[in-house]
C-alpha cells in the first residue's frame, strides 16, 4: 500500500527521522526480493467519477484502460477497503481465478489451465511474479502479502512478455517503493480465533540521492479446527515477514533500487476428508493390500476437525535479494532487472487421513534456489512503442517425498520390520530466451502490435526411489539430499546399496518454443477500446519425478482474445468484457495406474468464455462493482484409467504405461476440467458518508461459484465442490485528517465449510478424496495510523 504524506518533512530534518524509524521498525520486526521496474505513480481518483489505475502489465506504464489486454488491477486503496490481506482474498475479484493448495503448493487456476502435480521441480501454468521477478517455485505463491502498492493479473496466455510457464496468465505483485518524502503506516488487527497481526512501514530520504523503505507484518492465529487424534489445533496461522528497498538516484537519468526481503511462516494446515459421515468408520473390507483389510479408522465428528495420528505441520521459508538498474537515454531506456530468490518448505501429515495406523508420517519436503537475468531495451516515439530483450533462469530445485508404514499395517508384512517409501530427486533447469514486441499507431485511432519470444530450456534429473516393505529400512536415509548420490551417477552406479533402492540418472532433455503474438486495437472514443489478438503460451517439459519415464513434452496453448473497454457518463461508469477461445495442445495429465502414476501428454482441451468487470459510481458517495466469467473448459481427447473404479466403462481401452497390454478405463471427452466452475461471479456495493469526525464507508459484497469438478473423472458427489454464494462486509473509517483509520472486517458470514481444492487419493490408502478447506466466518477488527 502506498500512502501518502500530508505534512511532509523535508531536507536534514526528514533524513534523521526516516533514520531514526528505519532502526525503531528493524529492531520491533526483525527476525531480503527483487525489483522490476520503477513503479508507477497512481493518479488521484476524481472524486465524481472512477479513479484511473496505471499499470506496467506491458513492461511501460499506462492507463488500465488503455491497455489491450485482459487485466484485473487493484490499487492499495481497493485492497484496504475490500479487506484483503493475503492473496488467497484476491481470488473473488478476479473472473475465472481459483487458488487453492497441495502439502503447502499453491494451486492457481485461471480460465481452466491449473497445475498437474506437486513434486519438486513441478511448475504452474499461470506465472507469479513480485516486482518484475519470476517466482518458480508454485509454494512461494503463499508467501507473506503486505506493503502491497497493487496486484494485476492477466488473463490469458503472456507467451511473449513474460515467457515461460505464463501459458494461463501471469498475477503480477508490485509492492511500494520508497518515496522522497517522510511517510509510512503502522496498524494492528485483533480478530475471532485470536488473530492478531500487526504491519507496518515507513519511508523517506536518508539524503538527497538515496530513499530506503522498510516494512513489515507479524501474524498468529489459533487453528480453525483441532485433530481429535490428538487435541492439537489444525489450520492455524504463525507467520513473519520483513522488506526493505534502497532507491539510489546518482544522476538524473539513472535510477539503481537494491530490494530483499526474508519471511517465514509455520502452521497445521489439514487436509480434509471429503464427502465422509463424519463420526463414522471410514476404511472397511473393500480397503486392502495384497488381500489383507486395511485397519478400520475414524473420520472426525465435526467437519472442521480431523481424526488423524499424525498432527499436520506445514513450515516455509522464503527470502531473496536483486537489483534494478535503469538508464533513461532520451526516448529509449535500458533496464537490467536481477534477482536470486530461496524457496524452502516442508510438510508433513498423515497420507491415510485417519487415526488409524497405516502409513504414518507422509512428508514432502522442497529446497529450491534461483537466479534470474532480463535485460530490457525500452523505446517510444509518437507513433510507436516497443521492447526488445533476453532472459536468463536457472534453478536448483531438490525434493524428497517420505512414507513410514506403521509396525501394525493389519498384518500384511511381518511387524517387525520398519518399512517405507523414499523419493528423493534433484531437478536443475537451464532457461533463455529473447524476445521482442513492437506497437506501431497508424492512425491515432489504430494500432497494430506484433511481437515474438524464443526460448530454449535444459533440464535435468537425478532420481531416488526405494519402496521395501519386507527389509528394514535404513531411516537415516530418508532425508537424505540428493546431492550425496549425484556423485554416484557420475561414476555409473546403479544403486547406492540398501535394500530395493535404485538411482536414476536422467540425460538432459531439451524443450524449445517459439510464442508470438498479433494484436489489434481500436480507440472508437477517446472513452472506448476494442482490441482483438493472438497469442501462445508455453509450459516447460518436464519429468515426473519418482517413477522411471521419459520426460513429458511441453503444453501449448493459443490463445484467440477479443475484448472491449469503456469509460462512460462522465467516468462514473466503467464496463471491460473479454472473450476468449483457447486450443489446448499436449495438456500435462497424470494417469493413475494400478502400480504407478504416470504423467503423460494425454489431454488436448477447448477452453472458452466470457468475462464481464464493471464499475458504477452513480454519485460520489455510492460505487457497486459487478465481476464474472461464463467459463466452457471441457477435455477434447482424454481417455484414462481410474484406479477407483478399475472396471471403466466398459468400452474404453487405455494402455498400461510401462508394462504391457490394456486397462479398463474411461473416454473423459466433455469432462469439465478440474477446478473450472462454469460460471463464478461477485457483486459488491459501497456506501461512502461524511461526519464531523471524518469518513465511513460501508462495503459489502457477494461471491458466486457454479459447482466444480476436484479431479478430471467429474465424479459425483464427492468429487465435486458444490455450487455455493460466500457473503463479506466491511466498514471501514478514516479521520477527517487523514492519519487515523479504523475498520471491521466479516468474511465468509454464513459460515461455508467448502473445500477449496481437493485430489483423489489411491486405492492403495482408501481412494479417500480430501482437500484443504476455506477459512470458517472471520471477523477482524483493525486500527492503524499513516503519515
Request: proline share 4%; with cysteine.
Amino acid at each position: 500500500m502506498s500512502y501518502s504524506n500530508n505534512m511532509p518533512l523535508q531536507g536534514r530534518a526528514a533524513r534523521k527521522v526516516t533514520a531514526w524509524m528505519c532502526g525503531i521498525a528493524l529492531g520491533a520486526i526483525a527476525s531480503p526480493q527483487v525489483h522490476a521496474q520503477a513503479s508507477a505513480p497512481q493518479p488521484a481518483a476524481d472524486e465524481q467519477g472512477i479513479g484511473d489505475i496505471i499499470v506496467t502489465a506491458q513492461k511501460r506504464s499506462e492507463s488500465v484502460q488503455k491497455t489491450p489486454l485482459a487485466i484485473t488491477a487493484l490499487g492499495g486503496e481497493t485492497l484496504r477497503t475490500a479487506g484483503i490481506s493475503t492473496i488467497s482474498a484476491v481470488v473473488q475479484s478476479v473472473p475465472s481465478l481459483q487458488l487453492g493448495q497441495f502439502y503447502g503448493v499453491a494451486n492457481v487456476t485461471l480460465r481452466g489451465v491449473t497445475l498437474s502435480a506437486i513434486n519438486a521441480g513441478t511448475e504452474s501454468p499461470v506465472a507469479f511474479h513480485v516486482d518484475g521477478v519470476y517466482y518458480g517455485r508454485p509454494a512461494a505463491v503463499l508467501s507473506s502479502f503486505f506493503d502491497v502498492q497493487r496486484v494485476e493479473v492477466l488473463r490469458g496466455a503472456q507467451g511473449t512478455l513474460y515467457g515461460r510457464n505464463a501459458s494461463g496468465g501471469s498475477i503480477n505483485i508490485i509492492t511500494a517503493d520508497p518515496t522522497a518524502n517522510l511517510s509510512g503506516f503502522a496498524q494492528a488487527t485483533y480478530g475471532n480465533y485470536n488473530h492478531l497481526n500487526l504491519e507496518s512501514a515507513v519511508s523517506g530520504p536518508l539524503s538527497e540521492k538515496v530513499q530506503v523503505r522498510l516494512a513489515g507484518r507479524w501474524d498468529h492465529r489459533d487453528g480453525y479446527g483441532i485433530n481429535e487424534a490428538t487435541g492439537r489445533d489444525i489450520d492455524d496461522n504463525n507467520e513473519r515477514a520483513i522488506r526493505g528497498k534502497i532507491k539510489i538516484l546518482p544522476t538524473e537519468n539513472l535510477t539503481v533500487l537494491l530490494e530483499g526481503d526474508y519471511s517465514r511462516a509455520r502452521s497445521n494446515a489439514a487436509i480434509h476428508l471429503q464427502g465422509s459421515v463424519t463420526g463414522g468408520p471410514i476404511f472397511g473390507t473393500q480397503s486392502s493390500i495384497f488381500g489383507t483389510p486395511f485397519v478400520p479408522g475414524l473420520a472426525a465428528s465435526k467437519l472442521r476437525n480431523v481424526s488423524q495420528d499424525v498432527d499436520p505441520s506445514l513450515r516455509t521459508r522464503f527470502w531473496g535479494f536483486g537489483s534494478t538498474v535503469s538508464l533513461e537515454l532520451g526516448s529509449v531506456t535500458l533496464r537490467s532487472i536481477s534477482g536470486y530468490r530461496r524457496s524452502q518448505s516442508v510438510s508433513v501429515g498423515d497420507i491415510d487421513l485417519t487415526s488409524a495406523p497405516l502409513v504414518s508420517p507422509f512428508g514432502i519436503s522442497d529446497d529450491a534456489n534461483q537466479f534470474s537475468q532480463e535485460l530490457q531495451l525500452v523505446g517510444q516515439d509518437d507513433h510507436a512503442n516497443w521492447i526488445i530483450g533476453g532472459y536468463y533462469f536457472h534453478e536448483k530445485d531438490d525434493g524428497r517425498e517420505v512414507s513410514a508404514f506403521s509396525t501394525v499395517f493389519a498384518g500384511a508384512v511381518p511387524a517387525t520390520n520398519a518399512r517405507g517409501l523414499y523419493s528423493g530427486s534433484r531437478v536443475t533447469t537451464d532457461a533463455y530466451a529473447i524476445f521482442g514486441q513492437y506497437t506501431r499507431k497508424f492512425t491515432d485511432e489504430l494500432s497494430v502490435t506484433v511481437g515474438g519470444r524464443y526460448s530454449i530450456e535444459t533440464k535435468g534429473l537425478i532420481n531416488q526411489n526405494n519402496f521395501d516393505l519386507a527389509t528394514p529400512f535404513d531411516y537415516s536415509k530418508l532425508f537424505d539430499k540428493p546431492a550425496t548420490f549425484a556423485i554416484q551417477c557420475g561414476k555409473g552406479l546403479p544403486t547406492i546399496g540398501y535394500a530395493g533402492t535404485g538411482v536414476t540418472c536422467r540425460p538432459k532433455e531439451t524443450f524449445k518454443a517459439f510464442t508470438p503474438k498479433l494484436g489489434v486495437d481500436y480507440q472508437v472514443t477517446p472513452q472506448t477500446l476494442l482490441y482483438a489478438s493472438y497469442t501462445r503460451g508455453f509450459k516447460s517439459g518436464t519429468f515426473n519425478l519418482g517413477v522411471v519415464q521419459d520426460a513429458v513434452r511441453p503444453e501449448k496453448l493459443d490463445d484467440f482474445e477479443l475484448g472491449v473497454k469503456s469509460t462512460l457518463m462522465d467516468g462514473r461508469l466503467r464496463a471491460n468484457v473479454a472473450g476468449f477461445y483457447y486450443n489446448y495442445k499436449d495438456v500435462q495429465a497424470y494417469n493413475g495406474l494400478p502400480t504407478q502414476t504416470y504423467l503423460e501428454n494425454a489431454a488436448t482441451a477447448k477452453i472458452y468464455g466470457v468475462e464481464t468487470e464493471l464499475v458504477a459510481r452513480p454519485v460520489p458517495e455510492l460505487q457497486f462493482d459487478l465481476s464474472g466469467s461464463w467459463l466452457h473448459a471441457t477435455y477434447d481427447n482424454y481417455k484414462a484409467y481410474d484406479q477407483l473404479r478399475p472396471g471403466g466403462d466398459g468400452v474404453t481401452l487405455v494402455p498400461n504405461l510401462g508394462s504391457t497390454g490394456f486397462l479398463n478405463g474411461f473416454d473423459l471427452k466433455g469432462n469439465r476440467l478440474p477446478q473450472a466452475p462454469r460460471i463464478s461471479g461477485r457483486l459488491g456495493a459501497a456506501y461512502t458518508f461524511s461526519s464531523d469526525i471524518g469518513e465511513f464507508t460501508l462495503r459489502g459484497e457477494a461471491a458466486y461459484k457454479s459447482k466444480m469438478y476436484i479431479t478430471q473423472f467429474n465424479t459425483d458427489p464427492v468429487g465435486a465442490v458444490r455450487a455455493h454464494t460466500r457473503f463479506n462486509a466491511s466498514l471501514n473509517y478514516e479521520h477527517k485528517d487523514g492519519h487515523l483509520t479504523a475498520s471491521i472486517n466479516a468474511k465468509n458470514l454464513g459460515n461455508k465449510v467448502l473445500l477449496t481444492n481437493g485430489f483423489a487419493g489411491t486405492p492403495f490408502v482408501g481412494g479417500l478424496i480430501s482437500g484443504y478447506l476455506e477459512a470458517p466466518r472471520t471477523i477482524d477488527f483493525t486500527v492503524g495510523y499513516k503519515f
